[in-house]
């Protein structure tokens, strides 16, 4: 084979029978990538003159921290001067000792703010009463029926009433106080009346007020729905209310409960005994001068 067919074969080029690349004397770069990389990878890509620049970036960034840290020190360091100077003038006391207030201001601070707000909660009063004058209380909006209620009783059994008045704080309810003696007689009327017909009694309880016992008397017509509140007072030595279980049945087992817990007499009861302690026990738990014998019990 001359010599001129030899340069002419795969082989003179680099290119072995299998079609693999062949290193070349005088190459010094093989590809080390993948498909689509620059020779030697993406490792050397970057030119020296891009990695310069950012160095040089990141120098002048840490350079610019460094001067504003060192600017903001040094205006630290001449508001700190200034201070100690201005503490030197007033006087050789250290600045927060001449800067914290006393205890006698602190005091003469809080009485004013206190004259201050008196001031202004008097001056506040003033116009209120300048602009508005006291107007007349309006009356209940269940006065008439308390001074209709009042006048049946009145009517029927004479003075008898004690004391009327109206419970805001309860509804407006109408309460009336009547002489223990009339009630058996007054019961009948308010149940049968046929303005009133308090035909069912709601509740009945018993009240210890030191110097009497009272019991009050929830009653309720069923059908007007209108509300009364009758009291009765007894003294507290012997406390006796005549019953009214005859009346309003549902006056049975509460007359009991009085009786039990307060001591409380009804005569005329057709079962008048303890309901809830003992028939043995002593005193009265509800009372309020009531002592028990066992206080563990």
């Given at each position: 084979?001359?010599?001129?067919?030899?340069?002419?074969?795969?082989?003179?080029?680099?290119?072995?029978?299998?079609?693999?690349?062949?290193?070349?004397?005088?190459?010094?770069?093989?590809?080390?990538?993948?498909?689509?990389?620059?020779?030697?990878?993406?490792?050397g890509?970057?030119?020296?003159?891009?990695?310069?620049a950012?160095?040089?970036?990141?120098?002048?960034t840490?350079?610019?921290?460094?001067?504003?840290?060192?600017?903001?020190?040094?205006?630290?360091?001449a508001?700190?001067?200034?201070?100690?100077?201005?503490?030197?003038?007033?006087?050789?006391a250290?600045?927060?000792?001449?800067?914290?207030?006393?205890?006698?201001?602190k005091?003469?601070?809080?009485?004013?703010?206190?004259?201050?707000?008196?001031?202004?909660?008097?001056?506040?009063?003033?116009?209120?009463e300048?602009a508005?004058?006291?107007?007349?209380?309006?009356?209940?909006?269940?006065?008439?029926?308390?001074?209709?209620?009042?006048?049946?009783?009145?009517?029927n059994?004479?003075?008898?009433?004690?004391?009327?008045?109206?419970?805001?704080?309860?509804?407006?309810?109408?309460?009336?106080?009547?002489?223990?003696?009339?009630?058996?007689?007054?019961?009948?009327?308010?149940?049968?009346?046929?303005?009133?017909?308090?035909?069912?009694?709601?509740?009945?309880?018993?009240?210890?007020?030191?110097t009497?016992?009272?019991?009050?008397?929830?009653?309720?017509?069923?059908?007007?729905?209108?509300?009364?509140?009758?009291?009765i007072?007894?003294?507290?030595?012997?406390?006796?209310?005549?019953?009214?279980?005859?009346?309003?049945?549902?006056?049975?087992?509460?007359?009991?409960?009085?009786?039990?817990?307060?001591?409380?007499?009804?005569?005329?009861?057709?079962?008048?005994?303890?309901?809830?302690?003992?028939?043995?026990?002593?005193?009265?738990?509800?009372?309020?001068d009531?002592?028990?014998?066992?206080?563990?019990?």
């Amino acid at each position: 084979m001359s010599e001129d067919q030899k340069r002419d074969r795969p082989e003179a080029a680099g290119t072995g029978m299998s079609g693999e690349p062949q290193k070349v004397e005088g190459a010094e770069i093989t590809k080390t990538g993948g498909a689509g990389e620059p020779p030697g990878g993406y490792a050397g890509a970057n030119p020296p003159a891009a990695e310069q620049a950012e160095a040089e970036k990141a120098a002048s960034t840490d350079a610019d921290k460094e001067a504003k840290i060192k600017a903001a020190a040094e205006a630290r360091a001449a508001r700190a001067a200034e201070r100690t100077a201005k503490a030197a003038e007033a006087g050789d006391a250290p600045e927060a000792e001449k800067a914290a207030p006393t205890d006698e201001e602190k005091e003469a601070k809080a009485k004013a703010a206190a004259e201050a707000r008196a001031a202004r909660a008097r001056e506040r009063a003033a116009k209120t009463e300048a602009a508005a004058p006291d107007a007349p209380k309006e009356p209940s909006p269940n006065q008439p029926l308390l001074d209709r209620f009042v006048a049946i009783l009145k009517e029927n059994f004479g003075e008898v009433v004690e004391e009327a008045f109206i419970n805001e704080k309860g509804g407006h309810l109408p309460y009336v106080v009547l002489k223990g003696e009339v009630w058996p007689e007054a019961a009948h009327l308010l149940k049968n009346h046929m303005e009133l017909k308090l035909n069912y009694l709601r509740n009945l309880s018993g009240v210890d007020m030191e110097t009497h016992m009272e019991v009050a008397y929830h009653l309720i017509s069923l059908e007007t729905k209108r509300e009364y509140c009758v009291k009765i007072k007894t003294n507290r030595e012997t406390p006796s209310i005549p019953s009214v279980t005859p009346v309003w049945p549902t006056a049975n087992w509460n007359e009991r409960e009085a009786y039990d817990l307060f001591g409380i007499d009804f005569p005329g009861h057709p079962d008048l005994r303890r309901i809830m302690m003992a028939d043995d026990w002593v005193g009265y738990p509800l009372r309020k001068d009531y002592e028990p014998l066992d206080p563990e019990v």
